[in-house]
C-alpha cells in the first residue's frame, strides 16, 4: 500500500472542527454532572487533614480541581488519540483497531504496525505495561491465526502523543514519544508534532470563558452544602467526613 502526502490544511481542519465538541464541551458535560458526594468520596480525606486545611472553601477548592484535572486528562487523551488515527488514516489509510488492547494498525510497505496510544509517557506502572505487552503477543498471535499478518512484519508500537523517552527500543516493542510517534504515523513529517499546536488552541478563550463560570458555580454551591453538612461551630468536622468518606454505613 503506498503513502499518500500529509495533508496539513486538512489536519488543522479536523481539530479545529473537533476540538469544540470532542474535548471542551465534554468537560462542560462532566462538570455539569458532578455532585458532592462525587468529589468527596474519590479523594483522600487524610491527606487534607496532614496538609492542615482548614478552610471549608480551601477543602472544596482543591478536591474540585483535582477531579476536574484527571477528568480533563482523559477527556484530552481520547482527542489526542483521535488526531493521531486521523492523521494515519489520511497517510496510510490507518484504521483504529477492533483488537483488544491495540489502537491503531497500519501498514507501510512490508511492515504492520500495531499501536496502542498513549498520552504520555509515565502512563502505566509495570503491571499495566505488561498487560499491554500481552495484548500485543495476543494480537499478533491473532493476526496468524487470520492470515492477516501473512507476508509482513509486524512491529508493536508504544506510542505516547507527548514527551520523550531516548531507549526507544525496549524488546519487545518500540516506544516512539512526541516527535518520534507523529513522525512514524505522519509518514516522516518532522514537524507535525509542533504543527497540532496552534489549532488545538482553536476555541480556547470562549469555552473556557463558559467553564470558569460554571466551575464558580460549582465551586461556591459545592461550599455552601459542605458547609450546612460538615462543619461544626465554623470548621470542619474530620471526624464526620472521614466516616463519610470510609465508613460503613452512610
Known amino acids: 500500500m503506498s503513502r499518500k502526502p500529509l495533508d496539513l490544511r486538512e489536519i488543522e481542519r479536523f481539530i479545529q472542527a473537533h476540538i469544540g465538541p470532542e474535548f471542551h464541551d465534554k468537560k462542560l ?3 455539569k454532572a458532578l455532585k458532592l458526594e462525587d468529589i ?3 479523594k483522600n ?3 487534607f487533614k496532614a496538609k492542615r486545611t482548614q478552610s471549608a472553601n480551601d477543602f472544596i477548592k482543591a478536591v474540585l480541581d483535582a477531579t476536574v484535572s484527571s477528568g480533563e486528562e482523559t477527556v484530552f487523551g481520547n482527542f489526542l488519540e483521535m488526531i493521531a488515527i486521523h492523521v494515519c488514516q489520511q497517510v496510510f489509510e490507518g484504521r ?4 483488544r488492547g491495540i489502537d491503531l494498525d497500519f501498514e507501510d510497505g512490508s511492515d504492520k504496525y500495531l499501536v496502542s496510544i498513549k498520552s504520555g509517557p509515565n502512563w502505566g506502572n509495570a503491571n499495566q505495561i505488561k498487560a499491554m505487552v500481552r495484548n500485543f503477543h495476543d494480537a499478533k498471535k491473532t493476526l496468524h491465526t487470520s492470515g492477516g499478518g501473512r507476508n509482513l512484519n509486524v512491529k508493536f508500537v508504544e506510542g505516547c502523543c507527548y514527551g520523550r523517552d531516548n531507549s526507544f527500543e525496549k524488546g519487545t516493542h518500540q516506544k516512539l514519544c512526541g516527535q518520534r510517534f507523529w513522525e512514524l504515523i505522519s509518514g516522516g513529517s518532522a514537524t507535525l508534532y509542533t504543527d497540532i499546536i496552534e489549532p488545538i488552541g482553536h476555541l480556547a478563550k470562549e469555552k473556557n470563558e463558559a467553564l470558569d463560570e460554571l466551575y464558580a458555580a460549582k465551586l461556591n454551591g ?3 452544602q459542605f458547609v450546612t ?3 461544626r461551630n465554623g470548621l470542619i468536622d474530620w471526624m464526620k467526613l472521614v466516616e463519610y468518606n470510609s465508613g460503613l454505613i452512610q
Open 40 to 42: 468527596l468520596r474519590r
Open 96 to 99: 483504529k483497531s477492533v483488537t
Open 29 to 31: 458535560v462532566k462538570l
Open 222 to 224: 459545592f461550599t455552601a
Open 229 to 231: 453538612r460538615f462543619c
Open 45 to 47: 480525606p487524610y491527606l
